[in-house]
């Protein structure tokens, strides 16, 4: 599915309208749909012309998107990357056509450094890290004793945040939280309806779990609903840690059903549009262009809810 956001093909100052190819992965989540809005905004702000594709969480339309772009000549090509492998065919085709590729929000894995400029988007390793550190102040605050029983919700098999959230979660617990155990883990896609129908199973096979790593917001809401139709209380006989800080997961960490958010920043418009033109004009950009985040406990819920901005 394809938009043009802007057809005009040359300013009012008479220079050349900058023609931005951007790949999004698809309308997963919240989070995802927050990210859509910021770069659609901030191209329309800055006046380029946007060609917004969405892959609906398929690789094989996101390489055939990027391939359109290519044909279209574009000045340059954005995307977030559905999984981390496979980009490097069509990657070559963009770099053999002249093209320069800017990541947003996710990495991939590539044989060659070359193939894109930059990388727009947060740290995940860093937030998975993030994450086992504020479930252990969570712990201490529900003054939890005996055995710590998680069950894991991972986004999307092969994307860089699920991949990434991992792996920092484990590197913590295995340093510092030995006596933790992960006894289920498995995807939820990053939808609602996963974290729902997996948390689901999982309160079949352990019902002893006593807590829940999500690696988003919306896999946690629908693993509330799973929760509360086993007679469960969220946020007390399980305790729910995860990333992102869309509204709706503020609004049920208000609610007393998520213990502590982990921000993941999806408003990457503006400083993509940025980079955009830095590419375009030559200029040399850093190789990765962090997002700033915080962490938020159940106690500022309330307080910060109406700070939300997406
Ligand atoms: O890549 C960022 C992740 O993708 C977000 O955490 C999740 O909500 C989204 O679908």
């Known amino acids: 599915k394809e ?35 910021s770069v659609k905004d901030a191209a329309k702000d800055a ?27 574009v000045d340059v090509i954005a995307f977030s990357p559905v999984v981390v492998t496979g980009w490097d065919a069509v990657l070559k ?11 947003t ?13 930059t990388l727009v988007g947060s740290d995940f390793t860093d937030e998975g890290r993030r994450a086992a550190k504020i479930l252990d102040k969570v712990l201490t605050k529900a003054g939890h004793k005996g055995a710590v029983k998680i069950a894991q919700l991972e986004g999307t098999t092969g994307a860089a945040p699920a991949i990434e959230r991992a792996k920092g979660f484990k590197e913590v617990m ?30 079949q096979s352990n019902p002893d779990v006593n807590v829940l790593f999500a690696h988003n917001d919306d896999m946690a809401i629908g693993a509330i609903q799973a929760i509360e139709a086993a007679g469960k209380k969220p946020g007390t006989d399980i305790l729910i840690v995860c990333i992102d ?5 503020f609004v049920a960490m208000s609610e007393g ?11 990457l418009g503006p400083q993509l549009m940025d980079v955009v033109k830095k590419v375009k004009d030559g200029e040399t950009v850093e190789r990765w262009i962090k997002t700033k985040e915080s962490d938020f406990m159940q106690d500022q819920a309330k307080a910060e809810l109406p700070n939300r901005k997406y």
């Not at 060609?51 to 290519?70: G, H, L, P, T």
């Not at 085709?93 to 990541?103: D, H, Y």
Request: hydrophobic content about 35%; charged content about 25%.
């Open 47 to 73: 006046g380029y012309n946007l060609k917004f594709s969405d892959a609906q969480q398929k690789q094989e339309n996101q390489i055939s998107a990027i391939r359109n772009f290519i044909a279209q000549k």
């Open 93 to 103: 085709e963009a770099k053999a056509a002249k093209i320069p590729v800017v990541l």
């Open 245 to 249: 800080g869309v509204k709706d997961g």
């Open 174 to 203: 295995d340093a510092e939280h030995k006596d933790w155990k992960i006894v289920v883990s498995q995807t939820g896609d990053f939808t609602r309806a996963g974290g729902k129908q997996v948390m689901s199973a999982f309160l």
């Open 3 to 37: 938009d043009d956001s802007s057809t005009g093909s040359s300013s009012a100052g008479g220079a050349k309208t900058i023609s931005l190819g951007f790949s999004q992965v698809g309308s997963e989540s919240g989070w995802r749909s927050a990210n859509t809005t």
């Open 257 to 267: 059903k998520i213990n502590a958010i982990v921000e993941c920043n999806p408003l």
């Open 105 to 117: 929000d996710r990495s991939v894995e590539t044989s060659d450094d070359s193939l894109f400029v």
